[in-house]
């Protein structure tokens, strides 16, 4: 099976501007979890979205949305951009079924906002 | 919410000892404790987990266990080699809260030939 892929892999933008990221899961998961990483907080959780509709909501403002497509697809936004929002953003997916489960990471996109 | 600590933050051993991480965490009704291994710039990847229902887990070389009681869950590698070295991250979720893991601050294990 193909692993979890993510695009684009890396991302340069200013203060201000948006950005869309896209994640697809492997196939026959349902679940499709975000993490933000970076040197100072770690890994915090974003949001969880299970069947097109987000099940689990971290700690992060209303600038980080997201959404899930019938295929399973998920994609994160993130408006008016800040300095603070330079971060890996990983995903992970999930069969979805239990809160027991194995999350498979994909590679990340690699975000710097100047 | 919950909140998982993680010690130490950097281990530095010699090439066939052991290393021990652990992890506290604050909420008891988290019943899933994974244990995830990144490698500079590569993706985290699970190496073990453990479920509430279960104290003790080894993979080979790898073992975790779990107090549920004093919530705290470590993680044991034994015979370490160079390419053990890496950062390594426990975490904690809850079943019934679906796929939200929790993530402690990450551990630098750096095993010297």
């Known amino acids: 099976k193909a692993g979890v892929t993510q695009t684009p892999r890396y991302l340069i933008k200013t203060r201000g501007q948006q950005v869309t990221l896209s994640c697809s899961p492997i196939s026959g998961h349902r679940s499709v979890s975000w993490y933000q990483q970076t040197p100072g907080q770690g890994l915090q959780f974003l949001f969880e979205?299970?069947?097109?509709?987000?099940?689990n909501k971290g700690n992060f403002p209303g600038r980080f949305s997201g959404r899930q497509f019938s295929n399973s697809r998920s994609e994160m936004n993130v408006s008016t951009l800040e300095l603070g929002d330079s971060a890996l953003y990983l995903c992970?997916?999930?069969?979805?079924?239990?809160?027991?489960?194995?999350?498979?990471f994909g590679p990340g996109t690699r975000l710097l906002v100047l | 919410g919950e909140n998982v600590e993680q010690h130490p933050s950097t281990l530095s051993v010699q090439e066939g000892d052991s290393a021990v991480i652990k992890c506290t965490y604050s909420d008891s009704a988290s019943n899933y404790f994974p244990w995830y291994k990144q490698e500079l710039g590569k993706r985290p990847q699970l190496i073990i987990d453990i479920r509430s229902n279960v104290g003790e887990k080894k993979d080979q070389r790898i073992a975790v266990t779990l107090n549920k009681t004093a919530k705290h869950f470590s993680l044991h590698i034994t015979e370490t080699q160079p390419e053990d070295s890496a950062v390594y991250f426990c975490?904690?979720?809850?079943?019934?809260?679906?796929?939200?893991?929790?993530f402690g601050g990450g551990t630098r294990l750096m095993v010297k030939p």
């Open positions: 975490a904690a979720s809850i079943n019934n809260a679906g796929n939200m893991l929790t």
């Open positions: 992970a997916s999930s069969l979805g079924t239990s809160g027991q489960e194995t999350q498979y």
């Open positions: 979205y299970f069947s097109e509709t987000q099940r």
